[in-house]
């Protein structure tokens, strides 16, 4: 199996565009959750979430959920520098939920009032995003949309590493976007899992979550291609695993079994051991189940306080489909630059998450090897283990 | 993703309103096809997929999924616990459940809303209740592309097999018809083409262990491959290059003329369907026959899956239903086929499938 690399990283986060201002606010420990603008909240007890400010790339004709991809997308690519030909064969493989229903809803809503012209039915599907990145930046390779729910972003990069890894391609791009939706709001307000102030994730006190939107999408290549071209290497994707917990569509297994064979799973991949793992940027979600069960996996795995753990999403909201892949650039770049990354929003850490959650202050450790766990509607789980640089 | 080597069918489930049943009921009807209707389920023909206490917390479409799923699995003798995974290609998901979701807040504000119905929003919702429904633990996919999510699916399945990754893979396809889509593509200019609804699934696992434990074989994806031709989106392109064919016949060590009939995804899509004569016609000259059962039965996600059993079926029998303006069944050489898709915006799919 050949070697997995990082050699590009894009986002389009509610910290505005690109990697940069990314970084800057994670490490920062800024919490982005305000009040929603992008959908009417009247009648909801939580009308907050994490909306990426500032313009968008890409033509106003396009949904907003392709014109964040189409951002980070084309900032991965540059970061890369993958030329016309190189992208010619490259595999793209996009993590989705939401698609374009943020236009389509509003479509729908007009329609109930008999004023809608017709639909742009094309749009609305999450593989619309594919089909957009592949046309817009000439990707030919193997192509596919999957989509896990909140592991979304994840699981598509793991689905480019194993690509790679089975010698059909040298180099994709992979990676995850999801726009704030109306559905995705209403839905998870009706299951009482938000919390009307913005997200605790790890505090004692904490009540749900809160949403978000964005993309994250990364470059992967073989290490031996990305060696011979002199590239960048940011880190080394050394292992993936990905299991189901076939428990419960909405609440995960609260063994966490699925979670701990994820993460074993990863670790063996990558031919690593648990103290290896210095830290893991969390599922995290500031949901009292989702918490509690993935410390108790975490624990299982790396023993109590075996290894620092922070949530992005206590500063970006949980942006769904973007989330797997957001929160792995966040573990590439905290072992690029030596910085783990904070839990904002965190005050009185709960007893039963036997962690260092690092409250509110990023840290500085020199780091070699994280993971990032992502954790899907349907208990469909997902564990990343990266190294610093080229292993 | 190219997939090659020993990765064989051992079960097969097939939910739709021409035939359900495993491989013996798909190769009966495939041996004398007839469909009348629309191509949609009845509610008595769904009632039957799953027991009552299911049916009531199920959506329609997860209760197609489930019934193919277990007629697959049930067929194969497979025990889930050996480790199963599970990939599912789907075009439209559960749009039914969103509807209903969606038109419950504009009935009714904030209170029409229901917790039940939004998990099924989310359109990996029939693998997450499959995987329950079946015990699959390992990895599970839903695949969302327009026309080929089946074939993705099984090709998908096949190349996790094939490296070793996964003990054995349910590899599957649904959709079900929906009025609001239905009428969106008249919007766009499809309503010509033959739609319909169901969902099939086969079961794959490494020819040694199904040896292993005495399962029957009924073909093999001996190779799998797919790609993107140039095309903007829903747009349908120029070139006839299929890189994915090519690739597939590589990784099978196979030459174009081995392939002796193709089971492709024509379905009265005129625009599309030239193009993906085009490109099998460059592939694999213009002699070869090819069957679209999408003509007979209506074109979903499912039906992706059940043209790869039905090709194992071939391999097998050295019969191939052809669906060109009659429906007739002709004898061809048994064997080495092709089953191939190719969707409005360029993806593509080829997959080698040979008799066990």
């Known amino acids: 199996m050949k070697r997995v690399v990082i050699t590009g990283l894009g986002a389009a986060s509610p910290y505005g565009a690109g990697v940069v201002a990314y970084w800057k606010g994670l490490s920062a420990g800024v919490c982005t959750i305000r009040d929603l603008t992008l959908i009417e909240t009247d009648g909801f007890r939580c009308r907050i979430g994490a909306e990426v400010s500032g313009p968008l790339a890409g033509s106003t004709r396009r949904t907003r959920a392709d014109r964040l991809a189409i951002g980070a997308a084309g900032e991965a690519l540059a970061d890369a520098a993958l030329g016309t030909r190189d992208r010619r064969g490259a595999a793209l493989v996009v993590g989705a939920v939401g698609g374009g229903m943020l236009e389509a809803e509003a479509w729908y809503w007009r329609a109930a009032r008999d004023?809608?012209?017709?639909?742009?039915?094309?749009?609305?599907?999450?593989?619309?995003?594919?089909?957009?990145?592949?046309?817009?930046?000439?990707?030919?390779?193997?192509?596919?949309?999957?989509?896990?729910?909140?592991?979304?972003?994840?699981?598509?990069?793991?689905?480019a590493a194993e690509l790679i890894?089975?010698?059909?391609?040298?180099?994709?791009?992979?990676?995850?976007?999801?726009?704030?939706?109306?559905?995705?709001?209403?839905?998870?307000?009706?299951?009482?899992?938000?919390?009307?102030?913005?997200?605790?994730?790890?505090?004692r006190e904490r009540r749900g979550?809160?949403?978000?939107?964005g993309a994250g999408f990364m470059v992967l290549e073989s290490e031996a291609r990305a060696r011979a071209r002199r590239a960048r290497v940011y880190a080394t994707l050394g292992?993936?695993?990905?299991?189901?917990?076939?428990?419960?569509?909405?609440?995960?297994?609260?063994?966490?079994?699925?979670?701990?064979?994820?993460?074993?799973?990863?670790?063996?991949?990558?031919?690593?051991?648990p103290t290896e793992v210095q830290y893991a940027n969390a599922h995290g979600t500031g949901t009292l189940q989702n918490d509690r069960i993935e410390a108790r996996a975490l624990a299982r795995v790396f023993g109590e306080g075996g290894l620092l753990v922070s949530s992005s999403k206590s500063m970006i909201g949980h942006t769904m489909a973007a989330a797997g892949s957001l929160e792995a650039i966040a573990?590439?770049?905290?072992?690029?630059?030596?910085v783990v990354p904070p839990t904002a929003n965190l005050a009185t850490p709960d007893p039963e998450v036997p962690f260092d959650c690092v409250a509110h202050t990023a840290r500085a450790v020199h780091l070699t090897c994280a993971i990032s766990n992502s954790f899907g509607f349907g208990g469909q789980n997902v564990t990343l283990l990266f190294r610093r640089g080229s292993a | 993703m190219t997939a090659r080597g020993d990765v064989v069918i051992t079960g097969v489930g097939v939910v739709t309103a021409a035939v359900t049943g495993d491989s013996a009921a798909l190769g009966a009807f495939l041996a004398a096809p007839s469909v009348q209707g629309d191509g949609a389920l009845s509610a008595g023909a769904v009632a039957t997929l799953v027991d009552p206490t299911e049916a009531r917390r199920l959506s329609r479409v997860c209760q197609l999924t489930i019934g193919a799923a277990r007629i697959?699995?049930?067929?194969?003798?497979?025990?889930?616990?050996?480790?199963?995974?599970?990939?599912?290609?789907?075009?439209?998901?559960?749009?039914?459940?969103?509807?209903?979701f969606a038109d419950g807040f504009l009935a009714r504000g904030p209170a029409g809303l229901s917790a039940l119905l939004f998990p099924n929003t989310v359109m990996n919702t029939m693998v997450a209740t499959t995987a329950i429904a079946v015990g699959a633990r390992e990895m599970a996919l839903t695949l969302n592309a327009p026309t080929v999510a089946g074939e993705l699916a099984v090709a998908r399945a096949a190349a996790a097999v094939a490296a070793g990754r996964v003990p054995a893979m349910l590899a599957g396809g649904v959709d079900e018809l929906d009025p609001v889509v239905e009428r969106e593509l008249t919007h766009l200019g499809l309503g010509a083409e033959r739609r319909g609804e169901g969902a099939a699934f086969v079961v794959l696992e490494p020819r040694a262990a199904a040896r292993a434990r005495g399962a029957i074989v009924l073909g093999e994806v001996s190779a799998a491959a797919w790609r993107a031709l140039p095309a903007r989106p829903w747009g349908v392109g120029r070139s006839r290059r299929s890189r994915a064919i090519g690739a597939a016949l590589r990784a099978a060590g196979a030459r174009p003329s081995d392939v002796g009939w193709v089971y492709a995804s024509g379905s009265r899509d005129e625009a599309r369907d030239r193009w993906e004569s085009q490109v099998l016609g460059a592939a694999l000259g213009t002699k070869t026959l090819?069957?679209?059962?999408?003509?007979?039965?209506?074109?979903?996600?499912g039906l992706g899956v059940l043209r790869v059993a039905a090709a194992a079926w071939t391999a097998r029998s050295g019969l191939l239903p052809l669906t060109n303006g009659t429906t007739r069944v002709e004898r061809v050489r048994p064997g080495r086929g092709l089953v191939h898709g190719l969707a409005r915006g360029g993806a593509h799919v080829a997959l080698v499938v040979d008799a066990a």
Do not use: W, Y
Not at chain 2, 83 to 99: A, I, K, P, Q
């Open chain 2, 72 to 100: 697959a699995l049930g067929e194969s003798g497979l025990d889930p616990g050996i480790g199963l995974g599970l990939v599912l290609g789907t075009e439209f998901g559960d749009l039914c459940s969103t509807h209903s």
């Open chain 1, 331 to 338: 573990t590439v770049l905290a072992l690029e630059h030596g």
């Open chain 1, 115 to 159: 004023t809608a012209s017709p639909a742009t039915l094309r749009a609305v599907l999450p593989s619309a995003h594919a089909e957009a990145l592949a046309s817009r930046f000439g990707l030919g390779g193997p192509r596919h949309t999957v989509v896990t729910a909140c592991s979304s972003g994840a699981i598509a990069l793991a689905e």
């Open chain 1, 239 to 273: 292992g993936h695993g990905m299991t189901t917990d076939a428990f419960h569509v909405t609440a995960p297994d609260p063994d966490g079994d699925g979670m701990v064979r994820a993460m074993r799973a990863a670790l063996r991949q990558a031919d690593a051991t």
């Open chain 2, 290 to 301: 090819v069957s679209s059962l999408g003509q007979l039965l209506g074109r979903h996600a």
């Open chain 1, 165 to 203: 890894a089975d010698g059909v391609v040298d180099v994709a791009l992979a990676g995850g976007v999801d726009a704030i939706t109306r559905i995705c709001f209403m839905g998870f307000n009706t299951l009482k899992l938000l919390d009307s102030t913005p997200c605790r994730p790890f505090d």
């Open chain 1, 209 to 213: 979550m809160s949403i978000g939107e």
